[in-house]
């Protein structure tokens, strides 16, 4: 049973270019949630995706975007990169409420 | 604003100690608590807790909630150089959806 996966690993980008990241949850999971994790903080939630919709949302700007596909990966999006978005973007999965997420390994985004 | 405290920030210990890990909370519509290990990128699942006074136990690990004073303890018997991990607290906050917030973590280190 394949975990939560997610692709790339590392990414090295420069300020204002945008970039995707991806994200496969766990088998039988359909809440997709995603994390920004800045060097030695916790992660901080962005967005939460069920049947194909933004379901709930922290504090971040509009330049960050996600999709929900009908096989429940999902997608990522930061637009005007800036050099405060490297961080590691964390993916977890899960049935809709009260259940346990699982991570992914993270997305390692660097910009220069 | 929903808010996550964990204590200390980083303690180092011998092999064979035990260690207390302290996480205090401020969230509106609680639902769950949980601790994650994070050694090199992806958090794994330690816990969940959602019933005051209930202990949780695996192996050498345990944890506890107190919803009246809004805080739980991770305790860490017999430490080994293994354990040495970020050991991060979340709550489960209100809403629709399942948003986690999480503390900044504590660093373990584990001198053998």
């Known amino acids: 049973d394949a975990g939560v996966t997610q692709s790339p690993t590392h990414l090295i980008k420069t300020r204002g270019q945008q970039v995707t990241l991806r994200c496969s949850p766990k088998s039988g999971h359909d809440t997709v949630s995603w994390y920004q994790q800045a060097l030695g903080q916790g992660p901080q939630f962005i967005f939460q995706y069920y049947e194909e919709e933004e379901r709930q949302r922290g504090n971040f700007p509009d330049r960050f975007s996600g999709h929900q596909f009908p096989n429940y990966s999902s997608e990522l999006n930061v637009n005007a990169l800036l050099l405060g978005d490297s961080a590691l973007y964390l993916c977890?999965?899960?049935?809709?409420?009260?259940?346990?997420?699982?991570f992914g390994p993270g997305t390692r985004l660097l910009v220069l | 604003e929903d808010k996550v405290v964990q204590s200390p920030l980083s303690l180092v210990v011998h092999e064979g100690d035990t260690v207390t890990l302290n996480c205090s909370y401020e969230v509106t519509n609680f639902r769950s608590l949980l601790w994650y290990k994070q050694e090199k990128k992806a958090p794994t699942f330690l816990f969940m807790l959602t019933s005051s006074g209930i202990e949780k136990k695996s192996g050498r690990l345990s944890s506890i909630l107190d919803k009246k004073e809004l805080f739980s303890i991770l305790n860490i018997t017999a430490t080994q150089t293994g354990d040495s991990a970020v050991y991060l607290c979340?709550?489960?906050?209100?809403?629709?959806?399942?948003?986690?917030?999480f503390g900044a973590g504590t660093i373990l280190r584990v001198k053998s």
């Open positions: 979340a709550v489960e906050a209100g809403g629709y959806g399942n948003k986690l917030v």
């Open positions: 977890a999965s899960s049935r809709p409420v009260g259940e346990t997420q699982y």
